[in-house]
């Protein structure tokens, strides 16, 4: 960029036209981060090749900072779904805080829900009576982790216990004691057990004493072959930059005895915005699990998410041995879980993360399917067979479920996942985007009146009494009785529809391209001016019984409605969604 100056000539700008001016804000008041003296680092050589351990918290981290926290049946749904994607390491709850998280997980257990091959967790602080009531929620289980933490960092020794190093250590030395203790006395052979300790706020703790913590740990646990140790280090508050987190790693990796019987695991937050960056780094330098939520979800600004972290191994042709193939419904459910949106620029998953709007992009989106489609086939291959490669599309969104309609169409941020999720879940209806935009409006025109929560079942009444008139509540202009059609040998469809009009029985007749725009045809009849916008259909059930349900959007005399028709008989669904949106038009 550049400015005429007096003569004509342009004069670059400089730096200094454009220096930064201090701010007023309290700098005084804040520290620098703890560099580390490791002048040999290795991490930024390596490349991350296989996926790490995963342990979704989002059933106890995430819960926790959740402003209504997940009910019972929630929480059901969510575990489902973990187990669903592949997490072989879930942690479950935190047992002594409550009732609620101790009946969950003896719920799972009881009913046997805990796959084979899952190993569920719990958390504890160090006192005595809360690892009893912890190892007592396990009874029975068949594979269990409890998971102990203390404070370590100095703010808490200084602040909160007003102890010394010494007395810190101890803490955690007898906590472990303990769990040992509890579990030889509870739990039975049926259940293989294993223990994890986190130094809080390992962030903020200076690394000779998180290292000091954890060897004694260590000493009571006695790690060996057979016989792990998970240790965490959390960045309960991120501190530092993720450079720097992985030099703390890579410190500890390198200076902890019995190292190849310890689980380094990470376990950051994403106060700095960069969660997913220090996670990755911490990969590199040593770790060999993370710890997060879907969707980044958590304390404050949140647990780091795993699906950004599991999705950006796939980007790189790394299996990162969870399945995100079908992103949406996962989206819907946590939605629904975590009652919390998702946002439409979060990364892979959001509403409007493969659509471009710019005409550039599209056109280059454009371009590059036209490139893959000819790479393939003058390979002789299919698309899915060559390295993708596409301007602005890091994945092929079909690997995740989504449409390429999405890329190129202009499309409106939804972000009301939860209530697409308890109509497919619980109605099977898979609503098109821009009709879960209008539903959704309506439901918090609803709460916005109402207050309070909406539940599944005043949800689903609200729809019908939108969408679908029943024998209990009718109302609306039209009332489908029958329809014929036929079609002529120019390829003209014509329409025969008995229908009750105003209260009035009615003979509608129409022509068109198909019955649907040979029953707009039919309504210029009755005073009804529609056009079709967009339309969509599946199946709800299979089998030959199976119904159909028709999704219409129409223009109608001015305004953008959509409609549901649901019938065995994928014609006569279409009609009844074009009666539904007429009818709403003139309700």
């Not at 200094?16 to 991490?43: F, L, N």
């Not at 960069?274 to 990755?280: G, L, N, P, R, S």
């Not at 995100?324 to 946002?343: G, K, L, P, W």
């Amino acid at each position: 960029m550049t400015t005429p100056n007096r003569v004509g000539r342009a004069t670059p700008i400089t730096a200094a036209s454009v220096r930064q001016r201090p701010t007023a804000m309290p700098i005084h008041k804040y520290g620098r981060y703890e560099q580390v003296d490791i002048p040999d680092r290795t991490w930024p050589d390596a490349r991350i090749t296989k996926a790490p351990r995963w342990l979704s918290t989002d059933l106890r981290d995430g819960n926790q900072a959740l402003i209504d926290p997940m009910s019972p049946a929630r929480k059901r749904e969510m575990f489902d779904l973990l187990v669903r994607m592949g997490y072989k390491e879930i942690e479950v709850g935190f047992p002594s805080s409550g009732q609620t998280d101790f009946d969950f997980v003896r719920s799972i257990i009881e009913q046997d829900a805990i796959p084979e091959d899952v190993t569920i967790s719990v958390l504890t602080q160090a006192r005595e009576e809360l690892i009893e009531r912890t190892v007592e929620s396990l009874r029975g289980a068949r594979q269990a982790t409890v998971h102990l933490y203390n404070a370590t960092a100095p703010v808490f020794r200084r602040v909160v216990f007003r102890g010394s190093r010494e007395q810190v250590r101890q803490i955690a030395v007898d906590g472990t004691r303990l769990v040992m203790e509890y579990a030889d006395k509870i739990l039975g052979d049926e259940t293989v057990f294993g223990y994890q300790y986190s130094p809080e706020i390992f962030t903020d703790t200076e690394l000779d004493f998180a290292l000091e913590v954890c060897e004694g740990v260590m000493d009571v646990w006695q790690p060996e072959e057979g016989r792990e140790i998970i240790l965490n280090l959390p960045a309960t508050v991120e501190r530092s930059t993720p450079s720097t987190h992985a030099d703390r790693f890579e410190w500890m990796s390198r200076n902890l005895s019995r190292r190849e019987h310890v689980c380094l695991s990470v376990h950051p937050h994403n106060d700095r915005g960069t969660a997913v960056a220090a996670a990755e780094l911490a990969i590199m330098a040593g770790a060999d699990r993370i710890e997060g939520c879907l969707f980044g979800q958590g304390e404050r600004t949140g647990n780091v998410d795993l699906v950004t972290l599991g999705m950006n191994l796939f980007s790189q042709g790394v299996d990162p041995q969870i399945d995100f193939s079908e992103i949406d419904e996962i989206r819907r459910t946590a939605e629904y879980c975590n009652q919390m949106e998702v946002h439409p620029r979060h990364p892979y998953a959001g509403d409007l993360v493969y659509t471009a709007f710019s005409g550039s992009h599209q056109d280059a989106i454009k371009k590059g399917f036209e490139a893959m489609e000819a790479d393939a086939a003058a390979a002789g291959r299919t698309v899915d067979e060559i390295t993708w490669a596409v301007p602005y599309l890091p994945i092929d969104p079909k690997d995740v479920g989504r449409s390429y309609e999405a890329v190129i169409r202009v499309n409106s941020q939804s972000g009301k996942g939860g209530i697409a999720y308890v109509l497919k879940n619980d109605h099977k209806l898979d609503l098109p985007r821009r009709m879960q935009i209008e539903f959704s409006r309506i439901i918090q025109a609803k709460t916005d009146s109402e207050g309070g929560e909406v539940t599944p079942a005043q949800i689903w009444s609200t729809f019908q009494d939108e969408y679908l008139p029943t024998p209990d509540n009718p109302w609306g202009r039209i009332t489908l009785r029958s329809a014929q059609a036929s079609t002529s040998s120019d390829g003209t469809d014509a329409l025969t529809v008995e229908a009750v009009v105003d209260g009035a029985e009615t003979t509608l007749t129409g022509t068109g391209n198909g019955p649907i725009s040979a029953f707009f045809d039919a309504l210029a009849a009755v005073g009804v001016d529609a056009r079709l916008l967009d339309y969509s259909e599946h199946t709800l059930s299979e089998g030959a019984s199976a119904q159909a349900a028709s999704y219409i959007e129409c223009a109608i005399d001015g305004r953008v409605l959509w409609g549901i028709g649901i019938d065995p008989n994928t014609t006569r669904a279409s009609l009844k969604a074009v009666v539904s949106a007429v009818n709403r038009a003139f309700r």
